[in-house]
C-alpha cells in the first residue's frame, strides 16, 4: 500500500473515532459508555501516527530531492536500482486496499443506526438467572421495575408479590407475528454490539406503537398458567404507554425514569 493512503487512512480513521466518541455519543450506539475513554484514545493514537508519518514522508522527500541535485549517494550504482527497474512496481496498491477508505469515511459521514427491534427480534430471550428470597416490593404506585425483575417475579416468586400490582418499565418496541400484542424489550450488551442479548416483556394494549420506538409502560401482570412458575406469561395489560427519549443507559435493563 502507498504511503499516502497510509497517512490518509490512519488520519481518517482518527478523525473518524474521535468524532463517534469525544465529539458526539455515537459510539454508544455500539459499545458502553466504559469503552467509550478508549476509543478516545485511540482516535488521537490513530491521528498522532497519520501525521508523524506524513512528516516522515515529507523529510524522506526532501533527502531524495537532495540527493537528486547533488549527485548519486554513496554506494549507488546499477545493483542499486529500485525494484520496479527490474521487473514491476510492488508499491502499487491493491484496489482491494481502497475498500478499506469506506469504514474509515463512514465513521465521520454515515453512523449506522444503534441496534433495535431488527435484532431484538432475532435474539433469543436472555437467560434469567434463577432466584430463592425475594424482598418485599416497595409499596409505590407505579412500581418502577426492570424486565429482568419483572419476569423474576412473575416466574420464580412464590409469595405473588406482584399479583395485582401496577407496575411501570420503559423500554423499545418490537413487533411480533400476528399482531395483537408486542414486546416491551431492552437489549443489553457487555462490551459491544457483537454480544448483545435482549430481555423482553409481551404487552397487551389497545394499540401497538411502531417499532423502534422507545415507550414506558405501566400496567398489571397479564394472568395465564400459575404465577410463580416458569407456565405464568412474563407479559402486561397495559394501562397507558407514552412515547419517550432513548435513554442514555438504553444498553441497559434499568429502572424507568421518573414519570413526569
Not at 484514545?41 to 515529507?58: C, K, P
Not at 457487555?190 to 442479548?197: G, M, N
Request: charged content about 15%; proline content about 9%; hydrophobic content about 40%.
Amino acid at each position: 500500500m502507498r504511503r499516502p493512503l497510509q497517512v490518509t487512512l490512519l488520519v481518517l480513521s482518527g478523525l473518524g473515532l474521535l468524532h463517534s466518541s469525544l465529539f458526539t455519543d455515537l459510539c454508544l450506539r455500539y459499545v458502553k459508555p466504559g469503552m467509550r475513554p478508549l476509543l478516545i484514545v485511540s482516535g488521537f493514537v490513530l491521528l498522532v501516527l497519520g501525521i508523524v508519518e506524513a512528516a516522515a514522508r515529507e523529510v524522506r522527500a526532501g533527502r531524495t530531492g537532495h540527493g537528486r541535485h547533488g549527485g548519486p549517494a554513496h554506494g549507488a550504482g546499477p545493483h542499486n536500482e529500485p525494484e520496479q527497474h527490474h521487473g514491476h512496481d510492488h508499491s502499487a496498491v491493491p484496489r482491494v486496499a481502497w475498500l478499506l477508505l469506506l469504514p474509515a469515511l463512514s465513521l465521520l459521514f454515515y453512523a449506522p443506526p444503534a441496534l433495535g427491534a431488527y435484532t431484538a427480534a432475532r435474539q433469543p430471550a436472555k437467560v434469567i438467572a434463577e432466584q430463592d428470597d425475594f424482598d418485599p416490593l416497595p409499596k409505590t404506585s407505579p412500581l418502577p421495575i426492570t424486565l429482568t425483575d419483572f419476569t423474576t417475579r412473575v416466574q420464580q416468586d412464590r409469595t405473588l408479590a406482584i399479583k395485582a400490582r401496577t407496575v411501570e418499565m420503559s423500554g423499545l418496541v418490537t413487533p411480533v407475528p400476528g399482531g395483537g400484542s408486542w414486546d416491551l424489550t431492552r437489549i443489553i450488551i457487555s462490551c459491544c454490539a457483537a454480544d448483545a442479548q435482549s430481555v423482553k416483556v409481551r404487552i397487551y394494549s389497545d394499540s401497538i406503537p411502531a417499532a423502534n420506538t422507545w415507550v414506558s409502560v405501566t400496567g398489571n401482570w397479564h394472568p395465564g398458567g400459575k404465577l410463580g412458575t416458569e407456565s405464568a406469561p412474563v407479559a402486561l395489560d397495559a394501562q397507558t404507554v407514552k412515547k419517550i427519549q432513548r435513554p442514555s443507559n438504553g444498553y441497559q435493563d434499568a429502572l424507568p425514569f421518573p414519570s413526569g
